[in-house]
């Protein structure tokens, strides 16, 4: 997960794949850094408001399905989030892993400088050969900035390999052969903000690929607040 900067804005959901209403999200072990608060919307588990202190903090996030007796589900995962002061944030260089998350970002922070070049926001996931992974970026700030308020991002959302070749494995419906790439000239290119992929290979192991999000303009601007959403993966 990439980290978050003190006295920002944090706001991010996790989701369950499945399941039986009502679901329960719950804080297990650990603590959430100084200031953040745990909570849900709908049945979303969400964490938010503005941390105080910088550090690397670990908890464990538990989910409980509505299902009673046998049927009755729970599972947990550990979670680690890393908080920095404004002047140790850096551009988003290092690959951030994801798993199925909500979150904001920004296409740079603040400071970052434009003589640096356009900044390009990396993360990885993985997932079994054969699945379908949906990958959505928004320039609207879902959370505190509704429609339709949206700033002057033109988002560009890659999907490559560990090589940094882009995948030929996007589209819908029964036809995944289209290049991982949005809002290029012409009609065989996908239109809009989302990329579905259908993770190439077979059999049972998972699948590392990495998504790539940047700006067509090239301003690195550090307003420029996205709403990042990916399902679907490990």
Same mark, same amino acid.
């Given at each position: 997960?990439?980290?978050?900067?003190?006295?920002?804005?944090?706001?991010?959901?996790m989701?369950?794949?499945?399941?039986?209403?009502?679901?329960?999200?719950?804080?297990?072990?650990?603590?959430?850094?100084?200031?953040?608060?745990?909570?849900?919307?709908?049945?979303?588990?969400?964490?938010?408001?503005?941390?105080?202190?910088?550090?690397?903090y670990?908890?464990?996030?538990?989910?409980?399905?509505?299902?009673t007796?046998?049927?009755h589900?729970?599972a947990?995962?550990?979670?680690?989030?890393?908080?920095?002061?404004?002047?140790?944030?850096?551009?988003?260089?290092?690959?951030?892993?994801?798993?199925?998350?909500?979150?904001?970002?920004?296409?740079?922070p603040?400071?970052d400088?434009? %003589?640096?070049?356009?900044? /390009?926001?990396?993360?990885?996931?993985? =997932?079994? #050969?054969?699945? *379908?992974?949906? @990958?959505? &970026?928004?320039?609207?700030?879902e959370?505190?900035?509704?429609?339709?308020?949206?700033?002057?991002?033109?988002?560009?959302?890659?999907?490559?390999?560990?090589?940094?070749?882009?995948?030929?494995?996007?589209?819908?419906?029964?036809?995944?052969?289209?290049?991982?790439?949005?809002?290029?000239?012409?009609?065989?290119?996908?239109?809009?903000?989302?990329?579905?992929?259908?993770?190439?290979?077979?059999?049972?192991?998972?699948? %590392?690929?990495?998504?790539? /999000?940047?700006?067509?303009?090239?301003? =690195?601007? #550090?307003?420029? *607040?996205?709403? @990042?959403? &990916?399902?679907?993966?490990?």
């Amino acid at each position: 997960m990439p980290p978050f900067a003190t006295s920002g804005n944090v706001k991010f959901g996790m989701q369950s794949t499945g399941g039986a209403a009502p679901l329960q999200w719950s804080i297990t072990s650990g603590s959430l850094p100084p200031r953040l608060s745990f909570g849900m919307l709908g049945d979303l588990g969400t964490i938010s408001a503005s941390p105080t202190t910088a550090g690397s903090y670990t908890f464990t996030v538990g989910l409980s399905d509505g299902n009673t007796g046998s049927l009755h589900q729970t599972a947990s995962q550990q979670l680690t989030l890393t908080m920095k002061d404004p002047g140790q944030m850096t551009r988003n260089d290092t690959i951030a892993t994801v798993s199925n998350i909500t979150l904001l970002a920004s296409i740079s922070p603040y400071s970052d400088q434009s %003589t640096a070049g356009p900044d /390009v926001d990396v993360y990885s996931a993985s =997932a079994a #050969p054969g699945s *379908i992974f949906q @990958f959505y &970026v928004d320039q609207t700030d879902e959370f505190v900035q509704p429609l339709p308020n949206r700033n002057s991002m033109q988002p560009v959302l890659e999907i490559v390999d560990s090589t940094g070749a882009r995948y030929q494995a996007c589209g819908g419906g029964s036809s995944f052969n289209l290049p991982c790439v949005n809002n290029l000239p012409g009609a065989s290119y996908i239109t809009g903000n989302i990329l579905n992929f259908q993770v190439p290979g077979t059999g049972t192991v998972s699948v %590392t690929f990495f998504m790539r /999000v940047s700006d067509a303009r090239g301003d =690195a601007r #550090p307003d420029f *607040i996205y709403t @990042f959403n &990916v399902f679907g993966v490990n």
